[in-house]
């Protein structure tokens, strides 16, 4: 946990969100060490000893969702202990900490057991949303529940139809006469959709009005809870029908849910027509929310092989007992490239949580507007360099281990399963680089990488001169990306080869963070062991940013023409 307390430290931002909270805030340094060391035990204390029972997946009997054993006492000790609303305001129950607190602990928890963590997402998400579109009565009714762990939300966009391509939702909402809509659809892919950990779950849907126009444009956002109160003020069900929960690779402890809506009744959140925009509120916390989730898995999985590696004895002379397989110069490089890339993530990680954080906080407008740019730039680097991090760690991690690491007496094999879907859901790898390319460099005209790159240039000013044979490769790594972008920004216009090298633009991207991260350790107050893992990292870049560089401006005519050979070769 200390090292994510030196991410803090060293990130100028940090700096100024103490300044804007005051020095008498909970940002103090003691403070924070408290509030992490007692996260990190909960994490240890509490959730790790339910994630094998996890393993082992939920029950779905008549219609009803059992979480696996332990769940229920878990989710009472998180919110009786106040880490389900650390960054939830004051004046409801909350600590009202700001987001890099909340991502501080998160990572605790999902290092614990990620399939109970991500019950926190949706719940945090919705409590957002809410607080920013729905009308006061539902405000008034919905936001003390939910800061009191007695009601989540979940998120519906996905239909068996349509997926990420939300333009194509079928379902619909009617008014209802009284106020209220009518919701009738299906649903699916909805992570915690039903289950026995709340006394009740009101579902975030999209759908689409009488007489809206097609496309994402003619969507609307309804609340439509599991149950409704009848004329006599009991709980009465609310035509909420769970159809089945997935059988899945990994994350067998969060039920995974295909959700019909059969005139469900619910509320209007914000306006209508300006559903997908206003879902979005919930959408960035979700996808910054997966980024966690990768770095609590990867951190997870680096401790493990660092572990398992010391105890590991093989090799060595034949007349000597065997040596540590520390001793292996291979083992030895697949430690630091997983002990470094891990740091490298937790700075990416907090990076984005205090850019969220100073958007949401800045008293000027100007400072503001710049904190939001850059967040919405590293908002899919966080999201996807974490899922994929996660997935290599713990792929990582079986390696070290061997044979054993393929079994599942050892935990790696679930690690790796678990982290499988970080890269699909909330938008996959595919779906952020097209983001990065459309909308953070052509549609905003590269303010965020503008943002970015002044960071980047104050970071490289600030690293001590005793460090500065470090920065030549970050140097470059920077001057890569701008190149890069600035000929992807010449191909807006011919969108198909721009977005051939998308991927690798966003690869190139989440280098350049890493390196920015890697600057900023250096500069700061950091330990022996952070200073070299940043020399490690830098040491390391360049060669895979230019392979990234290259990709993404690669001739586009070549897949075009191959991959119309293959269809033909494919279909006969």
Same mark, same amino acid.
């Given at each position: 946990?200390?090292?994510?307390?030196?991410?803090l430290?060293? &990130?100028p931002?940090?700096?100024? !969100?103490?300044?804007?909270? %005051?020095?008498t805030?909970?940002?103090a340094?003691a403070?924070?060490?408290?509030i992490?060391d007692?996260?990190a035990?909960?994490g240890q204390?509490?959730l790790?000893p339910?994630?094998?029972?996890?393993d082992?997946?939920?029950?779905?009997e &008549?219609?009803k969702v059992?979480?696996?054993?332990?769940f229920?006492?878990a989710?009472?000790?998180m919110v009786?202990?106040?880490?389900?609303?650390?960054?939830f305001?004051?004046?409801?129950? +909350?600590? +009202?900490?700001? *987001?890099c607190?909340?991502t501080?602990?998160?990572?605790?928890?999902?290092?614990g057991?990620?399939?109970?963590?991500?019950?926190?997402?949706p719940?945090?998400? %919705?409590?957002a949303l809410?607080?920013?579109?729905?009308?006061?009565?539902v405000?008034?009714?919905?936001?003390?529940?939910?800061?009191?762990?007695?009601?989540?939300t979940?998120i519906?966009?996905?239909?068996?139809?349509?997926g990420?391509d939300?333009?194509?939702?079928?379902?619909?909402a009617?008014?209802?006469?009284d106020?209220l809509?009518?919701i009738?659809?299906?649903?699916c892919?909805i992570?915690?959709g039903?289950?026995? !950990?709340t006394?009740?779950i009101?579902?975030?849907?999209?759908a689409?009005t009488p007489?809206?126009?097609?496309?994402?444009?003619?969507l609307?956002?309804f609340?439509?809870?599991?149950?409704?109160q009848?004329?006599?003020?009991?709980?009465?069900d609310?035509?909420?029908?769970?159809?089945?929960?997935?059988?899945?690779?990994? *994350?067998?402890g969060?039920?995974?849910?295909s959700?019909?809506?059969?005139?469900?009744?619910g509320w209007?959140?914000?306006?209508?027509g300006?559903?997908l925009?206003?879902?979005f509120?919930?959408?960035?916390?979700?996808?910054q929310?997966?980024?966690?989730?990768?770095?609590?898995?990867?951190?997870?999985?680096s401790d493990?092989?660092?572990?398992?590696a010391q105890?590991r004895?093989q090799?060595g002379a034949?007349?000597?007992p065997?040596?540590?397989?520390t001793?292996?110069?291979?083992?030895?490089?697949?430690?630091m490239?997983?002990?470094?890339?891990?740091?490298m993530?937790? +700075?990416v990680?907090?990076a984005?949580a205090?850019q969220?954080d100073?958007s949401?906080?800045e008293?000027?407008p100007?400072?503001r507007?710049?904190?939001g740019a850059?967040?919405?730039?590293?908002?899919?680097?966080a999201?996807?360099y974490?899922?994929e991090t996660?997935?290599?760690a713990?792929?990582?991690a079986?390696?070290? !281990?061997?044979g054993? +690491?393929? $079994?599942?007496?050892?935990p790696?094999?679930?690690?790796?399963?678990?982290s499988?879907v970080?890269?699909?859901?909330?938008? $996959?790898? %595919?779906?952020?680089?097209?983001?990065?390319?459309?909308?953070?460099?052509?549609?905003?005209?590269?303010?965020?990488?503008?943002?970015?790159?002044?960071?980047?240039?104050?970071a490289?000013a600030?690293?001590?001169?005793?460090h500065m044979?470090? $920065?030549?490769?970050?140097?470059r790594? !920077?001057?890569? *990306?701008t190149? $890069?972008?600035?000929?992807?920004s010449a191909?807006e216009?011919?969108?198909?080869?721009?977005?051939?090298?998308?991927?690798a633009?966003?690869?190139?991207a989440?280098?350049a963070?890493?390196?920015?991260?890697?600057?900023m350790?250096?500069?700061?107050?950091?330990?022996?062991?952070?200073?070299?893992?940043?020399q490690?990292?830098l040491?390391r870049?360049?060669?895979s940013?230019?392979?990234a560089?290259?990709?993404?401006?690669a001739?586009?005519? *070549?897949l075009s023409r191959?991959?119309?050979?293959?269809m033909?070769?494919? &279909? %006969?």
């Amino acid at each position: 946990m200390a090292s994510g307390l030196a991410h803090l430290r060293s &990130n100028p931002g940090f700096a100024r !969100l103490k300044e804007i909270f %005051g020095e008498t805030s909970d940002l103090a340094d003691a403070t924070l060490e408290m509030i992490a060391d007692a996260a990190a035990k909960f994490g240890q204390g509490c959730l790790s000893p339910i994630n094998a029972a996890a393993d082992k997946g939920c029950v779905f009997e &008549n219609g009803k969702v059992r979480t696996p054993p332990g769940f229920g006492s878990a989710w009472a000790a998180m919110v009786a202990e106040g880490w389900a609303t650390i960054d939830f305001p004051s004046d409801l129950g +909350g600590s +009202g900490l700001p *987001l890099c607190v909340q991502t501080l602990c998160q990572e605790q928890f999902d290092r614990g057991c990620v399939a109970f963590g991500m019950l926190l997402t949706p719940q945090r998400g %919705g409590f957002a949303l809410l607080s920013e579109h729905a009308t006061s009565p539902v405000q008034e009714e919905w936001l003390p529940r939910m800061a009191a762990g007695e009601w989540t939300t979940t998120i519906c966009v996905s239909e068996p139809d349509a997926g990420s391509d939300v333009g194509r939702i079928r379902t619909i909402a009617e008014p209802a006469g009284d106020g209220l809509w009518k919701i009738t659809g299906e649903k699916c892919w909805i992570s915690f959709g039903a289950h026995d !950990l709340t006394q009740r779950i009101g579902h975030c849907v999209l759908a689409r009005t009488p007489g809206a126009p097609a496309g994402g444009r003619g969507l609307s956002l309804f609340l439509a809870p599991d149950w409704m109160q009848d004329p006599q003020g009991a709980p009465a069900d609310n035509g909420v029908v769970v159809r089945r929960i997935e059988e899945k690779l990994g *994350l067998h402890g969060s039920p995974t849910c295909s959700i019909g809506f059969e005139g469900a009744r619910g509320w209007l959140i914000g306006q209508q027509g300006r559903g997908l925009a206003q879902m979005f509120t919930m959408i960035g916390i979700m996808r910054q929310s997966v980024g966690v989730q990768g770095l609590g898995v990867a951190a997870a999985a680096s401790d493990l092989a660092w572990r398992y590696a010391q105890e590991r004895r093989q090799g060595g002379a034949p007349e000597a007992p065997p040596t540590p397989i520390t001793a292996h110069a291979d083992v030895q490089l697949m430690l630091m490239d997983l002990a470094a890339r891990v740091e490298m993530l937790r +700075g990416v990680v907090l990076a984005l949580a205090v850019q969220m954080d100073l958007s949401a906080s800045e008293p000027e407008p100007e400072a503001r507007a710049r904190a939001g740019a850059l967040a919405q730039w590293l908002m899919p680097i966080a999201k996807t360099y974490g899922a994929e991090t996660a997935a290599w760690a713990s792929s990582m991690a079986i390696q070290v !281990l061997g044979g054993a +690491g393929y $079994t599942r007496e050892w935990p790696a094999e679930q690690l790796f399963r678990d982290s499988r879907v970080f890269s699909i859901y909330e938008g $996959t790898s %595919g779906i952020q680089g097209l983001d990065l390319l459309h909308r953070r460099l052509w549609r905003d005209k590269g303010a965020g990488l503008k943002a970015f790159v002044e960071a980047f240039e104050d970071a490289l000013a600030r690293v001590p001169p005793e460090h500065m044979d470090a $920065t030549s490769e970050a140097r470059r790594v !920077l001057q890569r *990306l701008t190149t $890069t972008a600035g000929q992807l920004s010449a191909l807006e216009h011919r969108a198909f080869e721009a977005e051939a090298g998308a991927s690798a633009f966003l690869e190139l991207a989440s280098l350049a963070a890493t390196a920015y991260v890697a600057l900023m350790l250096l500069f700061a107050p950091s330990d022996a062991h952070m200073v070299g893992l940043s020399q490690y990292w830098l040491s390391r870049l360049d060669a895979s940013a230019a392979k990234a560089a290259r990709l993404a401006c690669a001739d586009a005519s *070549l897949l075009s023409r191959a991959f119309s050979e293959a269809m033909v070769n494919v &279909n %006969g």
